[in-house]
């Protein structure tokens, strides 16, 4: 497919309810807004908590995409129970089709998840529209090398859900600049609002865009709000052309340091295919 010359965006940055169907209820609401946008997205565990079947994944990222009317929603990621044990696991909705997008690589320490689930594998970007996007789940975001490995997959857009809280904004929005920057891509980050961390620290928001010249495009506030924002193809071939990073990574770098195999270098499993 050709690529669209500019992609329009639209971040849903949400509370949530312990009750699931409110939350969907309060989040399809908001995606009405959200007219005219090629791609909504979503953020990290942000139609609950607790794990979900699969089946109600689906069926939630399409009420949002029919409330929307977008080519393609991407669903964050959420807790799906498979095989028995927990994965953090991303949806999306594309053109009417479920695609597996995402798993968290590398759980949170943090927040306890490496006793609670599986380590996810690497997908490779999907194709929106001629555009290619890489989902990255949270803590992910801060490990240069999962980056590195999206732009030489052909990513052009690094796409994070997460739950930041507050005492960390500051660095995660950092992280993504400096993505964006680093890699010549767009990066952006959408956080939910108001989740609690076992230890009392709570999300408040911050979601933003970061574009391949290293400007921050926009930020959301700390409340539960939508935003906007158009994507510029011309701007990654004109940074391109003035920075050397892409062509270094992608002729040099990626040859001399990791012996030509990206994958070996750190021992993760590419999904070679979409489910």
Same mark, same amino acid.
């Given at each position: #497919? %050709?690529?669209? %010359? ?14 699931? &169907? ?11 807004? /959200? ?5 909504? #997205?979503?953020?990290? @565990? ?6 979900? $079947? ?8 399409? &009420? ?13 990621? $959420?807790?799906?129970?498979? @095989?028995?044990?927990?994965?953090? #696991? ?36 999907? %194709? ?7 989902? +990255? ?6 490990? *240069? %090398? ?6 030489? /997959?052909?990513?052009?857009? +690094?796409? @994070? ?29 959408? @956080? ?5 961390? *076992? ?12 574009? *391949? ?19 510029? $193809? ?6 391109? $052309? ?8 992608? &002729?040099?770098?990626?040859?001399? +340091? ?18």
């Amino acid at each position: #497919m %050709e690529k669209r %010359e500019v992609l329009s965006i639209g971040l849903i940055q949400a509370r949530r309810d312990s009750d699931w &169907k409110a939350t969907l209820s309060r989040v399809t609401s908001l995606a009405s807004s /959200l007219k005219d946008v090629d791609v909504v #997205m979503l953020s990290e @565990n942000w139609l609950s908590r607790d794990p979900i $079947n699969i089946e109600l994944y689906e069926e939630a990222l399409e &009420k949002v995409a029919h409330a929307s009317g977008a080519t393609a929603v991407l669903g964050g990621t $959420n807790y799906v129970l498979e @095989n028995e044990r927990p994965v953090s #696991m991303g949806l999306a909705y594309i053109s009417g089709r479920i695609v597996r997008m995402c798993e968290k690589v590398f759980p949170s320490r943090a927040v306890g998840e490496r006793g609670r689930i599986r380590p996810g594998k690497l997908y490779p970007p999907v %194709e929106i529209l001629g555009w290619r996007l890489q989902c +990255i789940a949270c803590v992910g975001i801060f490990y *240069p %090398e999962l980056a590195r490995m999206a732009v030489a /997959l052909g990513a052009n857009v +690094i796409y @994070n859900p997460a739950s930041i809280p507050s005492d960390r904004l500051n660095l995660w929005s950092s992280t993504l600049l400096v993505r964006a920057a680093e890699n010549t891509v767009y990066s952006v980050g959408v @956080n939910g609002v108001g989740y609690v961390y *076992p230890d009392g620290r709570i999300t408040l928001g911050g979601s933003g865009v970061y574009a *391949p010249n290293g400007i921050v495009l926009g930020r959301l506030g700390s409340s539960e709000e939508t935003g906007i924002f158009h994507l510029y $193809n011309n701007l990654i071939d004109n940074i391109r $052309n003035r920075w050397a990073f892409y062509h270094d990574l992608t &002729k040099y770098i990626l040859k001399q +340091i990791y012996s030509n195999n990206i994958y070996k270098f750190i021992n993760i499993r590419v999904v070679e295919d979409h489910d």
